[in-house]
Protein backbone atom coordinates (compact mmCIF):
# COMPACT_ATOMS: atom_id res chain seq x y z
CA UNK A 1 0.00 0.00 0.00
CA UNK A 2 1.35 3.20 -1.06
CA UNK A 3 -0.45 5.79 1.21
CA UNK A 4 1.21 8.91 2.85
CA UNK A 5 1.01 10.20 6.16
CA UNK A 6 0.53 8.64 9.79
CA UNK A 7 -1.46 5.55 9.21
CA UNK A 8 -1.78 4.32 12.40
CA UNK A 9 -5.53 5.55 13.28
CA UNK A 10 -6.19 2.85 10.27
CA UNK A 11 -4.71 -0.17 12.42
CA UNK A 12 -1.64 0.40 9.67
CA UNK A 13 2.41 0.86 10.86
CA UNK A 14 3.98 -0.39 13.61
CA UNK A 15 2.49 0.84 16.82
CA UNK A 16 4.08 0.76 20.15
CA UNK A 17 3.24 -2.13 21.81
CA UNK A 18 3.14 -4.04 25.06
CA UNK A 19 2.23 -7.44 25.53
CA UNK A 20 0.35 -6.63 28.57
CA UNK A 21 -1.77 -10.01 29.08
CA UNK A 22 -1.13 -12.95 27.45
CA UNK A 23 -1.73 -12.66 23.44
CA UNK A 24 -3.33 -9.35 23.96
CA UNK A 25 -1.20 -6.29 22.95
CA UNK A 26 -2.15 -2.13 24.11
CA UNK A 27 -0.21 1.03 23.65
CA UNK A 28 2.37 1.44 25.72
CA UNK A 29 1.15 4.97 26.92
CA UNK A 30 -1.75 3.15 28.72
CA UNK A 31 0.55 0.73 30.73
CA UNK A 32 0.46 2.96 33.87
CA UNK A 33 -3.14 3.49 33.60
CA UNK A 34 -3.79 0.31 33.04
CA UNK A 35 -2.17 -1.30 35.84
CA UNK A 36 -3.64 1.90 37.98
CA UNK A 37 -7.32 0.56 36.84
CA UNK A 38 -6.30 -3.30 37.13
CA UNK A 39 -4.84 -2.70 40.98
CA UNK A 40 -8.23 -0.90 42.02
CA UNK A 41 -10.12 -3.20 41.02
CA UNK A 42 -8.47 -6.18 42.49
CA UNK A 43 -8.89 -3.95 45.99
CA UNK A 44 -12.94 -4.35 44.92
CA UNK A 45 -12.38 -7.91 44.10
CA UNK A 46 -12.69 -7.96 40.37
CA UNK A 47 -9.94 -9.57 38.55
CA UNK A 48 -9.91 -7.52 34.86
CA UNK A 49 -9.25 -9.75 32.19
CA UNK A 50 -8.28 -8.29 28.51
CA UNK A 51 -10.92 -10.56 25.86
CA UNK A 52 -10.03 -8.46 22.96
CA UNK A 53 -6.98 -5.34 22.67
CA UNK A 54 -5.19 -4.07 19.96
CA UNK A 55 -6.20 -5.34 16.27
CA UNK A 56 -4.35 -4.52 13.04
CA UNK A 57 -6.36 -3.36 9.87
CA UNK A 58 -5.48 -7.01 8.20
CA UNK A 59 -7.77 -8.41 11.24
CA UNK A 60 -9.99 -6.61 10.71
CA UNK A 61 -10.31 -7.21 7.16
CA UNK A 62 -10.63 -10.81 7.79
CA UNK A 63 -13.36 -10.60 9.58
CA UNK A 64 -15.28 -8.37 7.34
CA UNK A 65 -14.55 -10.67 4.60
CA UNK A 66 -15.12 -13.72 6.12
CA UNK A 67 -18.76 -12.51 7.57
CA UNK A 68 -19.31 -11.38 3.63
CA UNK A 69 -18.28 -14.64 2.56
CA UNK A 70 -20.23 -16.69 5.07
CA UNK A 71 -17.58 -17.73 6.43
CA UNK A 72 -18.06 -16.61 9.90
CA UNK A 73 -21.91 -16.45 11.01
CA UNK A 74 -23.88 -13.27 10.41
CA UNK A 75 -25.75 -12.08 13.08
CA UNK A 76 -29.01 -9.85 13.70
CA UNK A 77 -29.79 -6.86 15.75
CA UNK A 78 -30.92 -9.39 18.68
CA UNK A 79 -27.73 -11.83 18.04
CA UNK A 80 -29.11 -15.08 16.34
CA UNK A 81 -28.20 -15.94 13.01
CA UNK A 82 -29.26 -14.57 9.73
CA UNK A 83 -29.62 -15.30 6.58
CA UNK A 84 -26.80 -13.68 3.98
CA UNK A 85 -28.34 -11.04 2.03
CA UNK A 86 -27.51 -11.25 -1.52
CA UNK A 87 -27.98 -7.47 -1.76
CA UNK A 88 -24.58 -5.85 -1.26
CA UNK A 89 -25.89 -2.79 0.89
CA UNK A 90 -28.11 -4.84 2.95
CA UNK A 91 -25.06 -7.32 3.18
CA UNK A 92 -22.88 -4.73 4.76
CA UNK A 93 -25.24 -3.21 7.20
CA UNK A 94 -26.00 -6.67 7.88
CA UNK A 95 -21.93 -7.02 8.91
CA UNK A 96 -21.77 -3.40 10.45
CA UNK A 97 -24.19 -4.63 13.75
CA UNK A 98 -21.80 -6.80 14.95
CA UNK A 99 -18.50 -5.55 13.32
CA UNK A 100 -16.85 -2.52 12.56
CA UNK A 101 -15.14 -0.89 9.11
CA UNK A 102 -11.76 -2.37 8.57
CA UNK A 103 -9.37 0.77 9.38
CA UNK A 104 -11.84 2.30 11.51
CA UNK A 105 -12.26 0.02 14.27
CA UNK A 106 -11.47 1.56 17.61
CA UNK A 107 -9.31 -1.62 18.42
CA UNK A 108 -6.82 -0.28 15.96
CA UNK A 109 -5.82 2.48 18.53
CA UNK A 110 -4.54 0.08 21.03
CA UNK A 111 -6.22 1.89 23.86
CA UNK A 112 -9.21 0.05 23.53
CA UNK A 113 -10.11 -2.83 25.37
CA UNK A 114 -12.73 -5.82 26.03
CA UNK A 115 -12.91 -6.61 29.50
CA UNK A 116 -14.31 -8.72 31.90
CA UNK A 117 -14.32 -9.78 35.02
CA UNK A 118 -11.75 -13.21 35.44
CA UNK A 119 -12.78 -13.80 39.17
CA UNK A 120 -16.65 -14.14 38.26
CA UNK A 121 -15.89 -16.30 35.35
CA UNK A 122 -16.98 -19.86 35.59
CA UNK A 123 -14.03 -22.63 35.30
CA UNK A 124 -13.95 -23.29 31.20
CA UNK A 125 -16.49 -20.70 30.63
CA UNK A 126 -16.12 -19.24 26.79
CA UNK A 127 -16.94 -15.40 27.18
CA UNK A 128 -18.34 -14.33 24.43
CA UNK A 129 -19.25 -10.54 25.31
CA UNK A 130 -22.78 -9.95 24.78
CA UNK A 131 -25.23 -8.13 27.21
CA UNK A 132 -26.57 -10.71 28.85
CA UNK A 133 -23.32 -11.36 30.38
CA UNK A 134 -22.67 -7.62 31.78
CA UNK A 135 -26.65 -8.41 33.42
CA UNK A 136 -25.46 -11.92 34.58
CA UNK A 137 -21.95 -13.03 35.54
CA UNK A 138 -20.21 -9.67 35.55
CA UNK A 139 -23.07 -7.38 36.89
CA UNK A 140 -21.04 -6.31 39.94
CA UNK A 141 -17.91 -5.97 37.81
CA UNK A 142 -19.88 -3.57 35.69
CA UNK A 143 -21.95 -1.71 38.41
CA UNK A 144 -17.95 -1.06 39.64
CA UNK A 145 -17.12 0.24 36.22
CA UNK A 146 -19.72 2.04 36.24
CA UNK A 147 -19.50 3.89 39.36
CA UNK A 148 -15.84 4.82 38.39
CA UNK A 149 -16.07 6.19 35.56
CA UNK A 150 -19.32 8.60 36.56
CA UNK A 151 -17.03 9.73 39.39
CA UNK A 152 -14.26 10.17 36.99
CA UNK A 153 -12.12 7.79 38.94
CA UNK A 154 -10.91 5.36 36.23
CA UNK A 155 -7.91 6.90 35.49
CA UNK A 156 -8.89 8.12 32.05
CA UNK A 157 -10.93 4.69 30.95
CA UNK A 158 -14.40 5.11 30.12
CA UNK A 159 -16.73 3.33 27.77
CA UNK A 160 -16.95 4.71 23.91
CA UNK A 161 -20.01 2.11 22.63
CA UNK A 162 -23.12 3.62 24.89
CA UNK A 163 -27.03 3.69 23.99
CA UNK A 164 -27.97 6.93 21.97
CA UNK A 165 -24.42 7.50 21.11
CA UNK A 166 -23.89 6.89 16.70
CA UNK A 167 -25.77 3.36 15.54
CA UNK A 168 -23.13 0.99 17.20
CA UNK A 169 -24.91 -1.38 19.66
CA UNK A 170 -23.77 -0.67 23.00
CA UNK A 171 -20.66 -2.31 24.10
CA UNK A 172 -20.71 -2.07 28.05
CA UNK A 173 -17.07 -4.26 27.92
CA UNK A 174 -15.51 -1.84 25.86
CA UNK A 175 -13.13 0.62 27.64
CA UNK A 176 -11.06 2.88 26.35
CA UNK A 177 -8.35 5.28 27.91
CA UNK A 178 -9.83 8.75 26.33
CA UNK A 179 -6.72 10.90 26.75
CA UNK A 180 -4.65 8.65 24.38
CA UNK A 181 -7.50 7.59 22.17
CA UNK A 182 -7.54 10.90 21.45
CA UNK A 183 -4.49 12.04 20.65
CA UNK A 184 -4.37 8.87 18.25
CA UNK A 185 -7.25 10.33 16.20
CA UNK A 186 -6.18 13.22 15.46
CA UNK A 187 -4.81 12.46 12.24
CA UNK A 188 -7.59 10.28 11.13
CA UNK A 189 -9.07 11.33 7.76
CA UNK A 190 -11.51 10.01 5.73
CA UNK A 191 -9.60 11.04 2.94
CA UNK A 192 -7.15 8.56 3.96
CA UNK A 193 -9.62 5.38 4.83
CA UNK A 194 -10.69 5.85 0.83
CA UNK A 195 -7.59 5.68 -0.31
CA UNK A 196 -7.13 2.54 2.26
CA UNK A 197 -9.86 1.08 0.79
CA UNK A 198 -9.57 1.51 -2.49
CA UNK A 199 -6.33 -0.44 -2.42
CA UNK A 200 -7.36 -3.07 -0.52
CA UNK A 201 -9.62 -6.34 -1.38
CA UNK A 202 -12.56 -5.75 1.12
CA UNK A 203 -15.78 -7.35 0.46
CA UNK A 204 -18.12 -4.57 -0.55
CA UNK A 205 -16.28 -2.63 -1.02
CA UNK A 206 -18.30 -0.56 -4.25
CA UNK A 207 -21.01 0.26 -1.69
CA UNK A 208 -18.65 1.23 1.08
CA UNK A 209 -17.18 3.65 -0.86
CA UNK A 210 -20.30 5.02 -2.35
CA UNK A 211 -21.53 5.50 1.26
CA UNK A 212 -18.56 6.60 3.40
CA UNK A 213 -19.40 10.11 4.66
CA UNK A 214 -22.55 8.39 5.95
CA UNK A 215 -21.27 5.19 7.35
CA UNK A 216 -18.77 7.92 8.93
CA UNK A 217 -21.81 10.09 10.47
CA UNK A 218 -23.17 6.70 11.91
CA UNK A 219 -20.60 4.13 12.36
CA UNK A 220 -16.98 6.35 13.22
CA UNK A 221 -17.30 10.17 14.40
CA UNK A 222 -20.17 9.93 16.81
CA UNK A 223 -16.79 7.82 18.89
CA UNK A 224 -14.32 10.00 18.35
CA UNK A 225 -15.45 11.49 22.16
ZN1 LIG B 1 -14.28 -3.85 21.73
Redesign the pocket.
Known sequence: MNIAGDLLPYGLGTPRLVEYQQGYFVDSEIVESLNKLTKDAETHGFKLRLE?AYRPFEKQLSIWNRKAAGELPLLDANGNPMERPQDEEELMYAILTWSALPGAS??HLGT?L?VVDAAACPVGYVVQLTPAECEGMFRRFHEYLSEHFSSNAAFGFNRVFVPGRGKIRP?G??IAHLPTSRKRLESFSLETLRQIYEASDMACKKVVLARLPQLAEEFIYPYFI
Do not use: A, G, I, K
Open positions: SRHDDEWH
